[in-house]
T-cell receptor
Framework: NAGVTQTPKFQVLKTGQSMTLQCAQD?????MYWYRQDPGMGLRLIYY???????DKGEVPNGYNVSRLNKREFSLRLESAAPSQTSVYFC??????????FGPGTRLTVT | QKEVEQNSGPLSVPEGAIASLNCTYS??????FFWYRQYSGKSPELIMS??SNGDKEDGRFTAQLNKASQYVSLLIRDSQPSDSATYLC????????????WGLGTSLAVNP
């Protein structure tokens, strides 16, 4: 089992460019999440998908869109990147006892 | 606003000592509690979960939960330099059991 995988690991964008972060899990979990983590700010929820076919906003959804492609995959899209979106992005899925499992993260820099 | 509070640290302990990490939460209805370890530059890793009052032991780790006091702690016995990391406390949102509420983490340094 690979658990939660994310691509890419690193990305540098110019302001205004777009990109999609990919996430997949092989644990047959229903719920999936996108977080960002910034120094001193902790983990902040961007969007989540409680089950296939549903998505909901978290604390900081502005500037992002998501797609729950199927039960395994949950992608995060930045349509027009801004320097404020420079961060580390983590995808996670939730197990049967509400515990979350994280992917390795994507380090994004927007210049 | 539901909150989870942790001392930011750094908490510094000598090798072989007991490290005690604390977490308080505001959501009185919460029923599920988690401790994660995060090494610098890595993703959070689940190390303990606890769902009922009392102690739960797993190797050198003990989680303690007191729902009446809204307090959860993590004890690390025989601390090793490899335990140096940030420890995140997370609490299940009682109003939405698809969401965790996260503390900002406590930085632990174990000195050889």
């Amino acid at each position: 089992n690979a658990g939660v995988t994310q691509t890419p690991k690193f990305q540098v964008l110019k302001t205004g460019q777009s990109m999609t972060l990919q996430c997949a899990q092989d644990m047959n979990h229903n719920s999936m999440y996108w977080y960002r983590q910034d120094p001193g700010m902790g983990l902040r929820l961007i969007y989540y998908s409680a089950s296939e076919g549903t998505t909901d906003k978290g604390e900081v959804p502005n500037g992002y869109n998501v797609s729950r492609l199927n039960k395994r995959e949950f992608s995060l899209r930045l349509e027009s990147a801004a320097p404020s979106q420079t961060s580390v992005y983590f995808c996670a899925s939730m197990g049967l006892r509400y515990e979350q499992y994280f992917g390795p993260g994507t380090r994004l820099t927007v210049t | 606003q539901k909150e989870v509070e942790q001392n930011s640290g750094p908490l510094s302990v000598p090798e072989g000592a007991i490290a005690s990490l604390n977490c308080t939460y505001s959501d009185r209805g919460s029923q599920s509690f988690f401790w994660y370890r995060q090494y610098s530059g890595k993703s959070p890793e689940l190390i303990m979960s606890i769902y009922s009052n009392g102690d739960k032991e797993d190797g050198r780790f003990t989680a303690q939960l007191n729902k009446a006091s809204q307090y959860v702690s993590l004890l690390i016995r025989d601390s090793q330099p490899s335990d140096s990391a940030t420890y995140l406390c997370a609490v299940l949102n009682a109003g939405n059991n698809r969401k965790l509420i996260w503390g900002l983490g406590t930085s632990l340094a174990v000195n050889p």
